[in-house]
């Protein structure tokens, strides 16, 4: 199949990119190995915000004496939590395919896009051609490679909002550039990070 544009990643970038190009009249390939909405939908900005928003409540109810209202016995349901936080995640989910749907010159792929000519893409075994594709794939977790890590059952930001109990104890590590920081730090500054 030959499009005008061939997207590649239905995230923050790709989403609006497809759907603006489809209403200006382009025939659109979107193609999405997981879920529509991307990172930012599924495993990012909508689920830490809702989290993050009870978190506020808990904060205030066990604080409450603070503001001159008593509120005993406070506890979270870290499940009913999750399972609201995901029930948010698929409602804006259902409205990216309800954008998708919409539009008769935009066609949705979904499975991993390779490249196997210039002009030219394959998902699983349907091959499509466009002059222009733009390549929208994101961003995932990285694992910092730690001596021991793969012993210990760590999180990711796609992993730990899927928890159902609260843990006993967490400890968060610093992302990739504060490690390298940390590190020079130690190494006495002297290396390009620092600067
Ligand atoms: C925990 C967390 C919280 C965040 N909170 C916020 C926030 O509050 N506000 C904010 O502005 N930003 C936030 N961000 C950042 C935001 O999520 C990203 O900036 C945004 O999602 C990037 O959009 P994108 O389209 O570039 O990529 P993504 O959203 O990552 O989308 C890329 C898509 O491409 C797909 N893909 C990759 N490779 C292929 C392939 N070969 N074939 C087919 N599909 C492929 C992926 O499955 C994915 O769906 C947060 C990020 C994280 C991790």
Redesign the pocket.
């Known amino acids: 199949m030959k499009y005008d544009a061939i997207i590649?990643?239905?995230?923050?970038?790709?989403?609006p990119l497809a759907y603006r190009l489809a209403d200006l009249g382009w025939s659109v390939a979107l193609?999405?190995?997981?879920?529509?909405?991307?990172?930012?939908?599924?495993?990012?900005?909508?689920?830490?915000?809702t989290m993050v928003h009870r978190a506020q409540v808990a904060h205030y109810a066990r604080n409450a004496a603070r503001w001159g209202v008593n509120a005993l016995n406070v506890s979270v349901d870290l499940a009913k939590i999750v399972s609201q936080k995901d029930e948010v995640v698929l409602s804006f989910r259902g409205g990216q395919q309800k954008q998708v749907d919409k539009r008769a010159n935009l066609r949705l792929y979904r499975?991993?896009?390779?490249f196997v000519g210039a002009h030219q893409l394959k998902?699983d075994d349907v091959l499509l051609e466009s002059e222009k594709t733009f390549?929208?794939?994101?961003?995932?977790?990285n694992i910092p490679v730690i001596p021991g890590l793969d012993t210990v059952p760590y999180l990711t930001?796609e992993t730990i909002m899927q928890l159902m109990a609260l843990p006993e104890r967490c400890r968060p590590l610093p992302c990739l550039q504060e490690l390298q920081i940390l590190h020079c730090a130690k190494e006495g500054g002297k290396c390009g990070v620092c600067k």
């Open positions: 590649v990643g239905s995230g923050q970038a790709g989403n193609i999405e190995k997981k879920d529509l909405g991307g990172t930012c939908i599924n495993v990012g900005c909508t689920p830490t915000k499975g991993h896009a390779r998902v390549i929208d794939t994101g961003g995932r977790p930001n």
